[in-house]
């Protein structure tokens, strides 16, 4: 797990700037070669300011972490910012961001905070970052091959193989969230029938307890969503009907499970890695009993059942700081920006 | 396509030799570096007499390919062999060939194949040889990734990523007949549900069709496998009933036409490879016609759908000849064996 301490001032060479751009909250940290996290700074995103704003709000956290770390831009290598949408790493300009706005279509992020900034700035999706974060610090260290999966509100995940981070021909590698596991099954935030997002995600698991709800079937959550005063089933909300054994809930977790137990075994039979590790919001809250049943219907579906329990499925150990941590390793390794392509 | 011509006797020293082991018949293939096959051998497997002697089979097919080709054992690099189940390719034994028999089960091949010949022999599934045969001189060969599928009896798959053959952790890499596509749908061979094989293979369609004929509905396979004395629904049978328009052939060739545009998007939205390469007996019969539907609903689930047509989702080129040349290709790279591990 990442520490925080302050810097010594020596061997900075290859210290970075690692930043995770939410739809809510952006973090920077300042982040040593060996992980150690010397500052950070969280604010909110703001998003209703638009790119250019935001670019200003994300400048202004660097720079505040950078203080915090006692350090100045000319002792960082370069910063690396996670995205939470498509974008190519080549020329640094971001697709689309849906949770942030239309601003974001066809923004140049990477030359629009190099110019603020005077530092080599590199971008990737936020779900791929979070995964060379756990990759190199977290739960997927000393592995070669390794596919991370976020569970949150969406269903995300990276993949790293041979040590490198997989980005694919037309930068959309580990969409992992939209392959297929129930043909015609529920509708998607794609609007396609039956991936895995549309199974597995805190979303689906809303969708099938509002869905119960509505048929009839007693749950808690209606009274603790009036509770906490929320219009949505947060993990936490989801976490606290659980443990006053909500039955609708436990059955909707319970089939969550069971989906994410199927797409980890598609992509074992697929990839056949050495670990699978998952995190985000869903088994932040729930910890790693989450898992149990998720590992036994993998692994019931392995093709190859021998070595099975050699597949690691395991939880993320970064938490928050996963995406900040892969984020600056992308910078201090000069690479994934527009200078190299594909590797990590 | 790879030609046959005679060997010119000067530059072998990059000649191999590929053998494509199968459960009814064996193919021997001496191979010049650029795919051109100098001679050939093709005889029944009789997998009934046991592993050590059909590896004696192979060695003779070998030697009257090299007759063929006007070739001696000196003037080859090594022997690959391509084989019909999983393997160690570190060790060069044979896990198990549920096609060839029980004896197959922990037969070291490749060191009873390199005592009978006095040359290096490589192993590897037949399935991931053949995409390597097709990335290097068929379908696939300048693209940097793809992923090849394989529609007969079952459903395989090899995938080649950055150039090269994707092994993984336990050698079972490429198992795409085994990612699950309708939880809880029929019953594939590995006795899950929902896989792909179970879905899209040639078995698959025999399923639903006789199925639905003792339902009561009327098809001319029944008459057809008469006409032809089988027992089972060969590719060809199935395309003779869809030429001759049978409404029952007809709905179960679109159902894992489907089911295997379902299973592409899957693993385009995992991995985001540059092409998909399809071959197989189901593919050889009904030709590029086949895969029309399939690009339909394979694009339509892409999670990214900028340059969606610039996954090329091809046929295969190489006939039955891909696994012959793809063998051969890892023994000229001297790769895959016990030597070196997980690049070709």
């Given at each position: 797990?990442?520490?925080?301490?302050?810097?010594?001032?020596?061997?900075?060479?290859?210290?970075?700037?690692?930043?995770?751009?939410?739809?809510?909250?952006?973090?920077?940290?300042?982040?040593?070669?060996?992980?150690?996290?010397?500052?950070?700074?969280?604010?909110?995103?703001?998003?209703?300011?638009?790119?250019?704003?935001?670019?200003?709000?994300?400048?202004?956290?660097?720079?505040?972490?950078?203080?915090?770390?006692?350090?100045?831009?000319?002792?960082?290598?370069?910063?690396?910012?996670?995205?939470?949408?498509?974008?190519?790493?080549?020329?640094?300009?971001?697709?689309?961001?849906?949770?942030?706005?239309?601003?974001?279509?066809?923004?140049?992020?990477?030359?629009?905070?190099?110019?603020?900034?005077?530092?080599?700035?590199?971008?990737?999706?936020?779900?791929?970052?979070?995964?060379?974060?756990?990759?190199?610090?977290?739960?997927?260290?000393?592995?070669?091959?390794?596919?991370?999966?976020?569970?949150?509100?969406?269903?995300g995940g990276g993949i790293i193989l041979d040590g490198k981070l997989r980005r694919g021909f037309r930068h959309s590698a580990g969409e992992v969230g939209h392959m297929v596991l129930l043909a015609d099954g529920p509708v998607c935030s794609c609007l396609e029938r039956g991936h895995a997002e549309a199974l597995a995600s805190r979303t689906a698991i809303e969708r099938e307890v509002l869905e119960m709800v509505s048929n009839g079937q007693d749950?808690?959550?209606?009274?603790?969503?009036?509770?906490?005063?929320?219009?949505?089933?947060?993990?936490?909300?989801?976490?606290?009907?659980?443990?006053?054994?909500?039955?609708?809930?436990?059955?909707?977790?319970?089939?969550?499970?069971?989906?994410?137990?199927?797409?980890?075994?598609?992509?074992?039979?697929?990839?056949?890695?050495?670990?699978?590790?998952?995190?985000?919001?869903?088994?932040?809250?729930?910890?790693?009993?989450?898992?149990?049943?998720?590992?036994?219907?993998?692994?019931?579906?392995?093709?190859?059942?021998?070595?099975?329990?050699?597949?690691?499925?395991?939880?993320?150990?970064?938490?928050?700081?996963?995406?900040?941590?892969?984020?600056?390793?992308?910078?201090?390794?000069?690479?994934?920006?527009?200078?190299?392509?594909?590797?990590?």
């Amino acid at each position: 797990m990442a520490k925080k301490k302050k810097a010594n001032k020596t061997g900075n060479s290859h210290i970075a700037i690692g930043v995770d751009l939410g739809g809510t909250s952006l973090m920077a940290a300042v982040v040593a070669p060996d992980g150690t996290i010397l500052g950070e700074c969280k604010r909110k995103t703001k998003a209703e300011l638009g790119a250019v704003a935001v670019t200003e709000r994300i400048a202004q956290a660097i720079t505040k972490a950078l203080k915090q770390a006692g350090l100045a831009e000319e002792d960082v290598v370069g910063v690396g910012v996670g995205v939470p949408g498509p974008l190519d790493p080549e020329t640094g300009i971001v697709s689309r961001c849906p949770n942030l706005g239309a601003s974001w279509s066809g923004f140049p992020l990477a030359q629009t905070l190099e110019k603020l900034l005077q530092m080599p700035v590199t971008i990737d999706n936020d779900v791929r970052v979070g995964a060379v974060g756990e990759h190199t610090f977290g739960a997927g260290r000393n592995t070669q091959d390794m596919i991370a999966i976020f569970v949150g509100t969406g269903l995300g995940g990276g993949i790293i193989l041979d040590g490198k981070l997989r980005r694919g021909f037309r930068h959309s590698a580990g969409e992992v969230g939209h392959m297929v596991l129930l043909a015609d099954g529920p509708v998607c935030s794609c609007l396609e029938r039956g991936h895995a997002e549309a199974l597995a995600s805190r979303t689906a698991i809303e969708r099938e307890v509002l869905e119960m709800v509505s048929n009839g079937q007693d749950s808690v959550v209606t009274a603790l969503m009036h509770e906490e005063g929320r219009s949505a089933m947060s993990a936490g909300i989801l976490g606290r009907a659980m443990e006053a054994n909500d039955p609708v809930v436990t059955q909707a977790v319970e089939h969550a499970q069971y989906y994410l137990g199927l797409l980890i075994s598609a992509c074992v039979n697929c990839l056949d890695p050495e670990a699978i590790v998952v995190g985000g919001g869903v088994l932040e809250r729930f910890g790693d009993a989450y898992l149990e049943p998720v590992r036994q219907v993998a692994q019931q579906h392995y093709i190859n059942q021998v070595d099975a329990e050699r597949v690691r499925i395991v939880r993320a150990e970064l938490g928050d700081h996963s995406g900040a941590l892969g984020a600056a390793i992308l910078a201090q390794r000069g690479l994934g920006g527009r200078s190299r392509t594909k590797t990590v």
